[in-house]
């Protein structure tokens, strides 16, 4: 496991390490089967909102939960491996939910990042950041 991975409940304690050196936050993520370009500019496009990115990839069976029983095609512990070899990517999380609430809530986010299948109004967790006085933003192509 690399030095990028922490896990769920570490997230409080890096939000609070990040604040005290007045860095922020930006959380991405994302099931990231059979990795490709567009992942790659969505993901340099979240960093480009904070001074750290934390990933949060769902794991096999969040995966499952969403896309079905054949997915993913890609384990999980090589999906994480991929994204942590990203110079973009400070840290990964794997998360086990259906979305990804208990993420956000673990690490309160400066800036909630989705891709540009997301608009602004329609991120799904958008009222989550929002509450504690995060924000939400939409990166990657077109």
Known sequence: ?????VALSALPALRVAATRAGRTIALA?????????????????????ADLLV??????????????????VVPEAERAEIIEALSCVDHVVLFDSKDVVPVIRALRPDVHVKGTDYTPDTIPEAAEVRAYGGRVAVAGDP
């Open 1 to 5: 496991m690399s030095e990028k991975r």
């Open 29 to 49: 993520n994302g099931v990231f089967d059979l990795f490709h370009v567009g992942h790659l500019r969505y993901l340099a496009g979240a960093k480009a909102h």
């Open 55 to 72: 990933v949060a990839v769902n794991s096999d069976a969040s995966t499952r939960l969403n896309k079905g029983p054949g997915r993913p």
